[in-house]
């Protein structure tokens, strides 16, 4: 079965700092990578999205990295804020029918702390 | 507007009772997921329905059974609750083409709270 693991439960930065957050996976490559941000008492929110065929994908101070060969994706902020303060969730995902289809499969999660 | 709503937002029972939860979505997808997260925050999913249909029914007790009465609409009935079922609930929703190029950004309602005691 697939198995997702990033990097840690806690990464703790100061502010100013980069933060890098990874999520490893196994067996089948996924089609695409997401990554959610989720804040204390609310769902998951949105905020990347990276296909099997690219490489790095940019938005504002986000910017994630996919490398099929190492099973891995790499999520950065860049000049990172209290307001980042957060956990970050990467889901893995398949173009298919049927079961597969539209089906997310979650990693735990690395709550991220910015302090100032 | 909300996007994806559910209610209740918190539900506190008695082991043994019966709830059912409840989640709109006004997207306009045609894809409507539950999902369960436990207290160590790791988050499954237990079934999804497109258009209507089952298509995902995770190994979930049979407890557990899911209602589409339209694309907009996914509710979640739980029989005879246990204190395992203790989690937060999240419906979610997407638009999904089969076997088209991936679109697939979920969109996640708040959550509900299930404490059972």
């Known amino acids: 079965s697939q198995k997702i693991e990033q990097n840690s439960e806690a990464l703790n930065i100061q502010e100013g700092k980069t933060a890098t957050l990874t999520c490893n996976y196994t067996n089948y490559s996924p089609a695409y990578l997401q990554w959610y941000r989720q804040d204390p008492g609310r769902g998951p929110v949105f905020l990347l999205l990276i296909r099997e065929n690219e490489k790095e994908k940019r938005k504002e101070r986000l910017k994630v990295t996919f490398d099929t060969t190492l099973k891995q994706s790499l999520f950065h902020i860049t000049a990172s804020q209290p307001a980042d303060s957060a956990t970050y969730l990467c889901?893995?995902?398949?173009?298919?029918?049927?079961?597969?289809?539209?089906?997310?499969?979650f990693g735990r999660g690395t709550q991220l702390t910015v302090w100032p | 507007d909300t996007a994806v709503s559910q209610t209740p937002k918190y539900l506190v029972t008695q082991m043994g009772n019966d709830k059912s939860i409840k989640c709109e979505q006004n997207?306009?997808?045609?894809?409507m997921y539950w999902y369960k997260q436990d207290s160590k925050k790791f988050l499954k999913i237990m079934f999804s329905?497109?258009?209507?249909?089952?298509?995902i029914n995770e190994t979930v007790p049979n407890r557990f059974s899911p209602k589409s009465p339209d694309k907009a609409h996914l509710n979640l009935h739980i029989n005879s609750l246990e204190l395992g079922d203790s989690a937060v609930y999240f419906c979610?929703?997407?638009?999904?083409?089969?076997?088209?190029?991936?679109?697939?950004?979920?969109?996640f309602g708040p959550g509900t709270r299930l404490l059972v005691l």
């Open positions: 889901a893995l995902g398949w173009r298919g029918r049927g079961s597969t289809l539209g089906r997310l499969y």
């Open positions: 329905y497109n258009n209507k249909e089952l298509i």
């Open positions: 979610a929703s997407s638009q999904v083409v089969s076997g088209g190029p991936p679109r697939e950004t979920q969109y």
């Open positions: 997207l306009g997808h045609d894809t």
